[in-house]
């Protein structure tokens, strides 16, 4: 294969990748990406860089300067840097928040790709037409507002928000409000939205570790057949999962949703397909 340069000034070189975030020592993604850049034959690196809140705005100044092609970012920086960015994609203005950094010779570009690859991993891993889908939403956090921007997308037929805190899901509701019935209802009254749902779809923290007995709905309320994912992917296997694969529905983990917003930006970098079972596998290994 001949070697590409995706240097951004214009110098030649290998191509500069990172993840923004504070603390960052725990992020998964610089394994992933390294395990993609070398399984494509393309020469660079990824590495993770720990920004703290005060240095974002020379920090993404350093993107263009050290010639980075791209970044990811993460907690606490995907809403303040937006105002650093030279351009917001579609998908960052909708969501409000930016985890994908894109460097074009200088101007950089934020985009979102938590929701889309979300939604590409549910639909490739289990659920591969949701049109006409009926969905319950549970929590109304920065996770279910790009996933449910994502899910409109899909032409679902209802999308029902179910958060501990109902005024949450109310707001959500109305920002997200489409051509699709979407609805804010408070957690404890999601019952008869839960037994009706062809999918439901857990957004909240309860059950990620180290609270591993925690469950955001009683499990007693779901039905053979219906589909219940879960964003965590720490466990791999939450124990709404478990319960739900003992009722008889069918399962999806958070894992996908991790590869395939990291697949959705290392497209945007590089111009070329991911190899995202490569980057599945990378992960799984570094979970051991
Ligand atoms: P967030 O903005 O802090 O939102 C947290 C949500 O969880 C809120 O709706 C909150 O309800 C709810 N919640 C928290 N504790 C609860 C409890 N004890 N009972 C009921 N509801 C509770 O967090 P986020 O960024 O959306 O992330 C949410 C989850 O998604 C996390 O577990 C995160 O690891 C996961 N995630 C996974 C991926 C992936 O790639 N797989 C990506 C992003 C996030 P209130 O509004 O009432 O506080």
Known sequence: MSKTHYNVNGLGGDILLGVMGDPIAHSKSPVMHMAALQALGIPGAYVPLHIVPERLAEAVQAVRVLGFRGVNVTIPHKVA??????????????????????????????????????????????????????????????????????????????????????????????????????????????????????????????????????MPLEPSLLRPGQIVSDLIYNPLNTRLLKEAERIGCRIHGGLGMFVYQGAYALEYWTGQAAPVDIMRQAILDCLG
Not at 150 to 158: D, K, N, T
Not at 179 to 199: C, F, H, K, N, R
């Open 81 to 214: 840097v937006m105002p650093y960015l030279d351009k917001l994609d579609a998908s960052a203005l909708s969501v409000g928040a930016v985890n994908t950094i894109v460097n074009d010779s200088g101007v950089l570009t934020g985009y979102n790709t938590d929701g889309i690859g979300y939604v590409r991993s549910l639909k490739s891993e289990l659920a591969p037409d949701l049109n006409g889908a009926r969905i319950v939403v549970l929590g109304a956090g920065g996770a279910a507002r790009g996933i449910v921007t994502a899910l409109l997308q899909e032409r679902p037929e209802q999308i029902v928000i179910a958060n501990r805190t109902k005024d949450k899901a109310e707001e959500l509701a109305e920002a997200c409000r489409s051509a699709v019935t979407v609805t804010g209802i408070a957690l404890e009254q999601a019952a008869e939205a839960v037994s009706q749902a062809d999918i439901i779809i857990n957004t909240t923290s309860v059950g990620m570790a180290p609270h591993l007995d925690g």
